[in-house]
């Protein structure tokens, strides 16, 4: 790591990691452990060990009836709004705290003969932080969702109403639980071989802090679009509408030819920061106000290209994420730009290289992160089941903060032996 303008030093890492993964006629079960071990060479006072985990099960307890659904995932996060969370756990300033989260999910389904499937489901999740000056942002989730859609027998129309109810219980005292509550009615009618026309109408009532006041939001919504197949390569779903917060949109569009694939995306979403750490996402929204009570409108533009020769595949990224935070007014925008080049050396052997570039800022004031990362690998089958790689990384971090700025350059080798 070298800081600009700063202290630089080699780090040694030792990383042991376990993955095992088991598929049954009723039951996965998913486990996935590190230990990451980090020796400075001249600033042993940074040395340490840091484990992540994720495991998840899924069972089908009642055939095709009753499920029972569960997660867990211990990890770091940076601390600070400035900072991008490094998927390597290497901070120029251990200025870090560990997340653990769970989720646990019965589910329930039921078809009505032909006529109608019945579902519904009950979710308890929990976030908890280690940083003693995050403990009160420490939360549970309880959620409740229940929909009945068209069953079998309707072909050239299709119904579906959605219930869902979520509320985020907050340790501090002081804090708004936030609860959001929506119900949703759609309906796809058949116009023609390849297209559908959506019909959405619903309600929604939530309440989360704004300014220090509770504050209800709610509001009835409606939305019309349609499903567009013009060929068997070509897919679109296009969706206006408008919901409490103001007019809204979605697209999906997705065409295939012979060697590509072309994906383009746009969505806008209201969620809490704790449903987003639940799910261990690891989001750039990293706004200065607390955790796990924001709520958040997220806008996610995405284009994805993906070509496939002989012997190379290459993938470009682009995505736009707008959030604005509900509860404070304040709004970031974050922009990726990445892509992966990989080539077959021969029937072992693989060269890969990718690229990525991110920018990120508020949409007020001048708090700002840009970052710059490059990779090489050089990939060889060794045997059947022992796969190794031997790769260099390259990061370049500039920040607002002037201590979060920092280039590594980074050499690996990683063995991965399957049993």
Known sequence: LNPHNRQDDFILQVNPQLNVATQGRRANV????????????????????????ATGLGTELVERTLFF?????????????????????????????????????????????????????????????????????????????????????????????NYQHTQNNIEEANKVSPTLERTLAESKHKLTRKSMLILRGGYESNQYTSQSLQQENAGSEWGVGFDLTPSSRTLLHALIGERYFGQTQEVDLSHRTARSLYTLSYHEAVTTRNQLESQAVITLNQLPSSITNDVLLNKTLAFKTTHQFRKTNITF???????????????????????TWRWQLNR???????LKWIERALNSGSDYTDQATAEVSYIRKMQRQVEGRIFYAYLDQLSSTPLYDYHRNLVGIVVNITF
Do not use: C
């Open 317 to 339: 990224e682009i995505t736009r994420l707008d959030s604005d935070n509900l509860n404070s007014g304040i709004g970031e925008q974050s922009d990726i730009y990445g892509t």
């Open 69 to 161: 659904d569960a997660n867990a995932h211990y990890r770091q996060v940076a601390l600070s709004g400035n900072q991008i969370d490094d998927p390597l756990r290497l901070t120029a300033n251990n200025a870090e705290t560990d997340l653990f989260t769970y989720t646990l999910t019965p589910r329930l389904r039921r078809e009505v003969g032909s006529v109608a499937v019945f579902e519904a489901h009950y979710s308890r999740g929990n976030v908890h932080y280690s940083e003693t000056t995050l403990q009160n942002n420490n939360a549970t989730t309880d959620a409740v969702g229940a929909k009945i859609s068209s069953g079998r027998q309707f072909r050239r129309w299709q119904w579906l109403v």
């Open 348 to 354: 072992r052997s693989d060269v890969e290289t990718k």
């Open 30 to 53: 998913v486990l996935d452990y590190q230990m990451q071990n980090l020796i400075f060479q001249d600033h042993a006072q940074y040395n340490d060990t840091k484990h992540q985990l």
